[in-house]
């Protein structure tokens, strides 16, 4: 396929190749050339602001968003489009309903992000400043669905296209925030634990701490042999995300230079991979990411090239900058904490694209659409509950053959009396992934 534009830009070059390429499979030109674009007798778009050159090819109404190099204000108006919405629309003369393309890429940049808005109380933009839950369509990877109805529409016209077939992946991600409720905390982080205990006269937790240290119980976030054997008995392989960082408010871990911490990533590294989990204080002293990163590398003896925010702080483009600086090449942030769905209206891996620079960098965006966290804290579902949405999640990224990622944490799947059903949702979200009638 040839497809024409008068200009062909950073943004232009970055979403059809997603679009047509990543998602499709599809082999396409693209030319600012009419001469050789008239020539051409493949399968054509002419893809423009007007379709006044009376040429034999189909016509896509372009919006000016990948025409610019700066960033303003949008406003898109959001219209049903099939089973789901879209943005941009087109008219009359365009062989598709919207310009897919510039509604991608403002959803694959974020760049409603980039505008001024009300952070929550962890700094972060909010699920429901977004267009995709503002206009429901947050539980959807929106970007294939679209693209699978664009090959159905390019299909009616050239039916000897050849697209490639993709197939779903399921991946678990573990974050080990906090490797143990009780052990391994030092003398005085102890102490003070077991007096605030006392004061509330949170007897239960007392007690439970005190069996603990004495060796009558298991620390209820010690689930790592549970992972393990969990994991290799569906021949997964997760990821796990830790954080190395030192002590501070939001940053809780067990010491980082302690034999016990060494001996646990020594540990899942023979089994899974690992990644780190950028600190919450790194945000405010970006140089600690990789401080952080080179101390997992020496206790691991593993090239560490892939991360996760801790509580997902994304500040765009900041974060990914950073990250890039630091010698990160896949990042695993991007999904609300808040709820279920796709941020960035894929289920696709993609590369960051940094609209304060307008360039595509060397940063690949691995998305996840289920968080254990988001369905029990902040949507207070039951058990039952998250299983039913977390099925939803999964046929809707079985539908369109993406990648389904998850987000786990040891301590969800360990003993707390408050995440006591838990580890059979993560059992059955395995299951459900697995299965290939999508039930």
Known sequence: MIIYSPVITTRITYTFHFVLNELLGLNYVLTDNLKIFKRADSPKIYYDFNNNIKINSLFLKASPLLFKKGIENQNPEIFSFKETKAFFKTNNHSFFEFD??????????RYEEYFPYTTD????????????????????????????????????????????????????????????????????????????????????????????????????????????KLHQKYQLKPIFF???????????????????????????????????????????????????????????????????????????????????????????????AETPGFRAGTCTPFYFFDLKKNKEENLKIIPFSIMDVGLKDYDEYNTLQAEEKIKKIIKNVKKVNGLFVSLWHNESLGTKKQWSGWQNVYEKLIEFALNSNGN
């Open 100 to 109: 897919i393309f510039a509604a991608s890429f403002y959803l694959l940049s």
């Open 121 to 228: 109380k962890f700094g972060r933009f909010p699920a429901k400043e977004s267009l995709a839950v503002k206009h429901g369509f947050i539980e959807q990877p929106v970007i294939n669905i679209w693209a699978e109805y664009l090959k159905a529409t390019l299909l009616k016209y050239y039916p000897n296209i050849r697209f490639k077939q993709n197939q779903f992946h399921f991946l678990p991600t573990i974050d080990i925030d906090n490797a143990y409720a009780y052990l391994h905390k030092g003398f005085i982080r102890s102490l003070l634990s077991s007096g605030k205990l006392l004061l509330k006269l949170n007897f239960t937790e007392l007690f439970e701490k005190t069996a603990v240290h004495i060796h009558q119980k298991k620390d209820p976030y010690d689930s790592y042999d549970y992972l393990i």
């Open 242 to 336: 830790f954080l190395t960082a030192a002590y501070a408010k939001y940053d809780k871990n067990i010491s980082p230079q302690g034999k016990t911490f060494k001996y646990l990533v020594q540990k899942i590294v023979q089994n899974f991979e690992i990644a780190i989990h950028p600190s919450f204080a790194s945000n405010k002293h970006p140089n600690r990411v990789k401080i952080e990163k080179e101390l997992l590398e020496k206790i691991s003896a593993k090239k560490i090239n892939k991360s996760r925010q801790h509580f997902l702080i994304l500040k765009m483009p900041e974060t990914y900058q950073n990250l890039i600086k630091s010698g990160i090449k896949e990042d695993y942030s991007m999904g609300f």
